[in-house]
């Protein structure tokens, strides 16, 4: 994981508020304002964050399907935030995404062999015609499913089969990242490992990289390499698993994971719960200087005054970036990595 494939550099990406006949603009809602990080061949790197925090605005705005305010987005050494037409068209081929809703992303009045090959359509020098349709039967194949299910329809599939057509559709362009949006957050839990499990095997033998979007702390931790924490449109903590998961530095991290379900029955009381104050606050009018300080349990005069950098900060055993003013480790709970 020496090489970046995609780096992100002070994305921002503000939706106007209009009001009055003449719809005059009065305010900015921020959804994704600052967020940098890099991203290496072969590695997941998974976003987390409440519910509005920007996260996937954040990945469409990898994809291009949002064309960012401001900031940068290098992809393979070419910025894509400068690109249009056919030069961008020919970068998404490489850069693909899995949306959420394995249902309503599924166009209902196609069969599952248009679906998976409309790709093809659009990039028309991938597969030549003649051999599109037993393509789309290895694909499904890969993910799968029946080959010989190419004539159906989205709603004769379960839903997580209808999330392994997406992830064929993703695939179809052999892409090198792929930006995945709440895959598995709509399915049962027991589909979901599959799913899981399913894309593990893709990265491996296709050699992808994944932008793993999720609020579900445990399914991000099985999967990724790194993970970044989002609050309010920006990353507050990024770091590997274990350094966010073990030796978590900043309040708003420990306070996700103090609200995870412990497994463990023996360990339940023993878990530290960090009980946050307030709402959070909207992204239209959000707190100055430090975001999190409206909330926060560490919360001092600086932090309302002094925006912290994401800088490198001391987390026991060594540092990693944390946004916080006062950053310190926490464990939250004793216990184990249940997939060690």
Known sequence: MSDVILSARDLVKHYPIRSGVVKRTV???????????DLYKGETLGIVGESGCGKSTLGRLLVQLERPTSGSLVFDGVDMTQQSGNAL?????????????????????????DIVGEPFDIH???VPKG??????????????????????????????????????RGIAL????????EPVSALDVSVQAQVVNLMERLQDELGLSYVFVAH????????????AVMYLGRIVEIGDEEQIYERPTHPYTQALLSA?????????????????????????????????HTRC???????????????????????HPSACHFAEPRTIVETVHLSS
């Open 27 to 37: 305010g900015q809602v921020k959804a994704v304002d600052g967020v940098s990080f």
């Open 131 to 168: 051999g599109r349709r037993r393509r789309v039967q290895e694909l499904l194949d890969l993910v799968g499913l029946n080959p010989e299910h190419v004539n159906r329809y989205p709603h004769q599939f379960s839903g997580g089969q209808r999330q392994r057509i997406g992830i064929a």
């Open 260 to 292: 995870v379900p412990v497994p463990d029955p023996t360990l339940r009381g023993k878990r530290e719960q960090i009980v946050l104050s307030g709402d959070v606050p909207s992204p239209a009018n959000p707190p100055r200087a430090c975001r999190f």
């Open 174 to 181: 052999n892409p090198k990242v792929l930006v995945c949006d």
């Open 89 to 113: 068209r020919r970068l998404r081929r490489d850069i693909q995404i899995v949306f959420q809703d394995p249902y309503t992303s599924l166009n209902p009045r196609k069969t599952v062999g």
């Open 216 to 227: 579900d702390l445990s399914v991000v931790r099985h999967i990724s390499d790194r993970v």
């Open 124 to 126: 028309t020098d991938v």
């Open 297 to 319: 349990f560490k919360a001092q005069d600086v932090c309302s005054i002094e925006d912290p950098a994401l800088d490198p900060r001391p987390d026991g055993r060594g540092a």
